[in-house]
């Protein structure tokens, strides 16, 4: 077996905890310094010059924060990530599992309607019981990684800023009703205008947000402009659209989704933003050891099984302290130049309305689930 040495900067993870500790509330920052005298510091992810490792998922792990894309509880368990990320779509694939039936029945027997009268005049009259099972999702999964979740903003308030942030205050609620401090939570919210303007003021309030969706530079500009703790550029779904445009294979080098997160790291790092880039929506492992030592990746399973399997030497690809760019620092972005410049990147544009329209199918695939379960609890119950 080979041995896996590890890189002897860890300058991004350590630049990474001083932003987010920066960010907080005086109320928070009270909670996270009471912990630490409490809870010695966690080492897995610092590399210590002329370690090794076992395998790929170990050595990537001292270089990146590795995160779980996945609802998924066992699988959360196998891999021992620092945090964990959700979306709707992963919400409605772990909660439509059997074994997890008991969750959509709590959180309807907290919904104190009649299943017979709830459609009364509402459109939607299970969001708010979706929202309750993202949240009961994602504290359990608080259980289990030592870091953060991220819960997403209902996708069909993606165009209404003030909608989006109402959501996300009712979530951080929902949490709390829990025990769960905000510092534990991310609140996802779609990178289009009216969600980075929500992302601006939830931040404001000491609201930390992960702001996905994200496919081109503008956007990626827009959100550490207005100061976003944390972004998630979308490797795999820009590489699909070049891939179906061009009609050819990339190699993990030129890959462009790889090359997009490479330009997006540099610029953040060049011009001292303190945005977490967490990469994205991988579609193999090529594309991960591309951007190993980018501030975070969020990886699926399949792909965390890949690397821990693989016993191959890993490199480090992107450093902070190297960190270069051509691009001018775009500060006080405004609507019409987001337009102009998101507007002018045709990936990006049909990639974020394809993502939203499909978190939107399948927020409404669990809305429908839960509408049948109560319906059925009705008919058991007479």
């Not at 997890?100 to 299970?126: C, F, I, M, T």
Request: aromatic share 6%; glycine share 4%; charged share 25%.
């Amino acid at each position: 077996m080979s041995l896996l040495r590890a890189p002897t900067s860890s300058a991004s993870v350590r630049s990474q905890q001083q932003t987010c500790r920066s960010r907080k509330s005086p109320i928070v920052r009270a909670y996270l310094e009471e912990k630490r005298a409490r809870v010695p510091p966690r080492g897995p992810y610092s590399a210590v010059p002329g370690q090794t490792f076992k395998n790929q998922l170990e050595a990537l792990k001292s270089m990146s924060v590795v995160v779980a894309d996945t609802g998924e509880l066992e699988l959360v368990k196998k891999y021992h990530p620092q945090d964990c990320t959700t979306n709707p779509s992963l919400v409605y694939k772990a909660l439509s599992m059997p074994e997890n039936r008991h969750y959509l029945e709590k959180a309807l027997a907290k919904d104190k309607r009649r299943p017979e009268h709830v459609h009364a005049g509402v459109s939607r009259p299970y969001a708010g019981v979706a929202d309750q099972l993202a949240v009961d999702l994602g504290a359990e999964l608080l259980k289990i990684v030592p870091g953060r979740v991220s819960t997403e903003v209902d996708a069909n308030l993606s165009y209404s800023t003030q909608a989006s942030v109402d959501k996300a205050l009712r979530i951080i609620e929902l949490y709390a009703a829990k025990g769960y401090d905000p510092s534990r939570i991310y609140i996802k919210l779609a990178s289009t205008w009216e969600g980075i303007e929500a992302c601006r003021r939830l931040e404001k309030q000491g609201i930390n947000c992960n702001m996905t969706l994200l496919f081109s530079f503008a956007q990626a500009a827009a959100c550490a402009d207005a100061g976003a703790t944390l972004i998630s550029p979308f490797v795999g779904r820009i590489m699909d659209w070049y891939k179906a445009k061009e009609g050819r294979e990339f190699a993990s080098h030129e890959d462009p989704g790889v090359l997009s997160v490479q330009r997006i790291y540099n610029y953040y790092k060049a011009h001292h933003y303190k945005t977490i880039v967490m990469a994205a929506s991988f579609r193999n492992v090529g594309e991960i050891r591309e951007l190993a030592g980018c501030d975070n990746i969020t990886i699926s399973p399949q792909l965390l099984d890949e690397l821990q399997k693989s016993t191959d030497q890993l490199d480090r690809k992107l450093h902070p302290e190297k960190a270069h760019t051509d691009a001018l620092k775009l500060s006080n972005m405004h609507e019409d130049l987001f337009v102009k410049l998101h507007g002018a990147d045709q990936m990006a544009v049909e990639k974020l309305d394809q993502g939203i329209k499909g978190f939107v199918a399948d927020q409404k695939k669990l809305e429908e689930l839960l509408a049948s379960i109560a319906m059925m609890q009705v008919r058991e119950n007479h």
